[in-house]
């Protein structure tokens, strides 16, 4: 077996003092997409957020390791630069920071991290109108601070413009499809597919089967209550799609009397 | 204040032998004048309400003395260029320690309609100045109620006379540098008039700096006119350090359908404090008030601004932001006051905070007092730490938390710096404010 991409193990992770991570395992190999799906507040941000390295998120125990090495203990521009992204699922408006300025200062980063030169404005704004128009962002809008006054979708095509920029290795995306329109989620798919590769991994958290059609996944969790309760294809998320997490719900409880409320 | 008598008493012999003592009449008869109601007052402390959150300890802790005149004899071109925004290109006048300096000044091709020299120059020269001079001088500047300003009327000894005629319209930025240089305690009072006839249009670019580690008090007064329709876009950089006490008053009035713009930089000193004082007085105004003062270390940066809508239909904006870092300090205390029959008036006045550290503190107080019943004005202050979670965000894409930090602060900065015009005037400043977050 190779190593994972990522691999998490019984993962409990606190935000202030309240446990929203219970136990969570989950791996990933490179080549692989997994979807995540789960009902409102069962913390599948939360669990974005931890990878990333946000710091209001305490891991209390577990592991987490990307590409063999402790994920943990890295700062997180250092997971940034080794590889992993995350698309945001509520991304910021930052006033007084250009999208542009602040997309080669990352670039630049990221190429300082691996040894390779800086690259330079024009060669720079070469690649990100390309990228941009892959994405349909129109040019335009780079110039201005970061999101502000971007609509909802513009929004998250801005994260997914970031990503064909960064190029990662483990690609996190937090509910990039919601609010987005039929055309802008086949672009994000398209957007998406388009890094697919055999080094690469992604995991895609939804609410709707419908992105799942565009970005096909090779497995589907159901993040229930701070832990991964139910794994299975991309059927499983038809099945959820149809019926909804109250069935979940009962197999758990008649499974483990006592450890779900109903 | 013993210290405080002292330093009156060593300028008063200091000032009787030197060439400021010369002068008309009238001008003697202004200085004992304000001696007397500096001598009345004494320096502010703080429980006087407009100096209540600053001490003025870094001033009374020493004896003032005026610099020797030979205090930066040996400052070269070189020397004064690195402190010029916009370069050598465009005319300037250099004043070191108050006193005017020929030789590191130039006047350019001088512009139709302007007059642009020394305010000795002006009182002693032949032509119509002298009675310019006469008109204006401590006209709008208070010697009663301000201490500080009937010092300064007491014992100045130049400062930058600015006149540029009915009509005429510069198109290069005039420059006036306050330049300190002394090896020991020295105290500089420059002051200045900025006068702008009907329909004329200029741009001033005031610095003041210093050079050397020895404590430097600079006392300045600016009286300015911005005439009917006349517009006036200022900026002050203020490029000091730790070894110096700033204390500044800017007098403006604004005459009917005038604009006036003020920006001020303060990029730190040990103390600085910069009062802004600007009435609009004639119907359809405009005032464009703002600053950003930057502190670090135990810098301590005041800025008073008070706003006077004293006629009907007048626009104000007031935007001023703080940075203070470390253990820091800065106070905001912005008054606008609408007269009655000042009707239509248009105000608005915002003050932002940014704190990066635990140990750094903001006063703010704007304040609002209206006697009339038709306007529409408004105000607020905030004050806050950087945002975490934009601070994440930076973080998560690859830049350093430093990096990622620098550009935060800068970027609540960036409005500020973005409004100055010409171009080269707004990426100098850009880069001084960018180097001090790196
Ligand atoms: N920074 C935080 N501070 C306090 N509570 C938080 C924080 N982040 C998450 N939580 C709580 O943790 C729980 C899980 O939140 P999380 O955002 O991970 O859910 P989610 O599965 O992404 O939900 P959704 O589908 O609505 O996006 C929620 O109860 C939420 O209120
Ligand atoms: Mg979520």
């Given at each position: 077996m190779p190593t994972p991409l990522l691999e998490i193990k019984d993962l409990h992770v606190s935000v202030e003092g309240t446990e929203i991570l219970h136990g969570l395992s989950l791996s990933v190999n490179a080549g692989e997409v997994h979807a995540i799906m789960g009902p409102n507040g069962s913390g599948k941000s939360t669990l974005t957020k931890v990878l990333a390295g946000?710091?209001?998120?305490?891991?209390t125990s577990g592991s987490a390791r990307y590409k063999g090495k402790d994920?943990?203990?890295?700062e997180p521009e250092i997971r940034a630069r080794e590889g992993l992204f995350l698309a945001f699922q509520y991304p910021l408006e930052i006033p007084g920071v250009s999208n542009t300025y602040f997309l080669r200062a990352a670039l630049n980063a990221h190429r300082k991290h691996r040894g390779q030169p800086e690259m330079d404005a024009a060669k720079f704004l070469e690649v990100l109108k390309e990228k941009a128009k892959q994405v349909d962002v129109?040019?335009?809008?780079?110039?201005?601070?970061?999101?502000?006054?971007?609509s909802g979708g513009e929004k998250k095509r801005n994260e997914i413009l970031q990503m064909l920029m960064l190029e990662p290795t483990l690609g996190l995306l937090d509910?990039?499809?919601?609010?987005?329109?039929i055309d802008a989620l086949k672009i994000v798919a398209h957007g998406v597919n388009s890094l697919r590769s055999k080094e690469r991994g992604f995991v895609v958290v939804t609410h709707y089967q419908r992105l799942l059609d565009y970005i096909v996944p090779d497995y589907v969790h159901v993040l229930f209550q701070g832990r991964i309760v139910k794994s299975g294809k991309k059927e499983l998320a038809l099945e959820l799609e149809k019926k909804g997490y109250g069935w979940i719900e009962e197999e758990l409880a008649a499974a483990n009397p006592g450890s779900v409320k109903v | 204040m013993v210290a405080t008598e002292t330093t009156t008493d060593v300028l008063l012999a200091a000032f009787e032998n030197?060439?400021?003592?010369?002068?008309p009449t009238w001008l003697h008869v202004l200085r004992a004048q304000a001696l007397d109601a500096y001598r009345e007052a004494g320096l502010p402390n703080i429980r006087q309400e407009e100096w209540?959150?600053?001490?003025l300890t870094s001033i009374t802790r020493q004896t003032w003395r005026v610099a020797?005149?030979?205090?930066?004899?040996?400052?070269?071109l070189i020397d004064i260029a690195r402190l010029l925004p916009v370069g050598m290109e465009a005319p300037r006048l250099v004043f070191v320690n108050g006193r005017f300096s020929t030789r590191l000044s130039t006047q350019g091709r001088l512009a139709a309609g302007l007059h642009y020299l020394s305010l000795r120059d002006a009182l002693e020269s032949k032509g119509p100045s002298a009675k310019v001079v006469q008109a204006h001088l401590a006209r709008h500047a208070e010697i009663e109620s301000e201490a500080f300003t009937a010092l300064n009327t007491a014992f100045f000894e130049d400062g930058a006379f600015i006149h540029l005629e009915r009509g005429h319209d510069l198109s290069q930025p005039i420059q006036v540098l306050h330049l300190n240089v002394a090896s020991e305690a020295a105290l500089s009072q420059p002051r200045s008039l900025v006068l702008l006839d009907e329909g004329s249009r200029a741009k001033l670019i005031e610095i003041h700096a210093g050079i050397g580690n020895a404590p430097r008090l600079q006392n300045s007064v600016c009286e300015i006119v911005v005439g009917e329709r006349a517009n006036l876009s200022h900026l002050l950089l203020?490029?000091?350090?730790?070894?110096a006490v700033q204390i500044n008053m800017h007098r403006a009035r604004v005459d009917k359908g005038g604009a006036y713009a003020s920006r001020v930089f303060s990029l730190g000193a040990a103390l600085t404090r910069n009062n802004a004082h600007c009435v609009l007085?004639?119907?359809?105004a405009e005032a464009t008030l703002g600053g950003l003062f930057l502190g670090r270390g135990t810098q301590h940066l005041d800025n008073h601004v008070y706003l006077e809508h004293?006629?009907?239909?007048g626009t104000s904006r007031q935007l001023y932001r703080g940075v203070l870092d470390e253990k820091s300090r800065g106070v905001f205390s912005g008054k606008v006051v609408v007269r009655p029959g000042a009707q239509k008036t248009d105000a608005q006045q915002q003050n932002n905070n940014l704190l990066l550290s635990d140990d750094a503190q903001i006063d703010t107080k704007p304040q609002l007092e209206i006697y009339a019943d038709d306007v529409k004005c408004s105000h607020g202050a905030t004050s806050g730490k950087l945002n975490e979670e934009a601070l994440f965000f930076l973080r998560s894409r690859g830049l350093a938390e430093r990096e990622a930090r620098s550009l935060l602060t800068y970027a609540f900065c960036a409005e500020l710096i973005e409004a100055v015009k010409p171009e080269t005037l707004r990426d100098a400043l850009a880069k001084l404010v960018q180097a001090r977050f790196e």
């Open positions: 946000h710091e209001a998120y305490q891991v994920l943990l203990a890295l129109d040019p335009a809008l780079l110039n201005r601070p970061i999101n502000e006054g971007f509910e990039t499809d919601s609010g987005l329109d | 030197s060439k400021a003592s010369a002068g209540r959150y600053t001490p020797p005149p030979d205090a930066g004899a040996t400052l070269r203020q490029h000091e350090d730790d070894a007085n004639g119907e359809g004293a006629k009907p239909l």
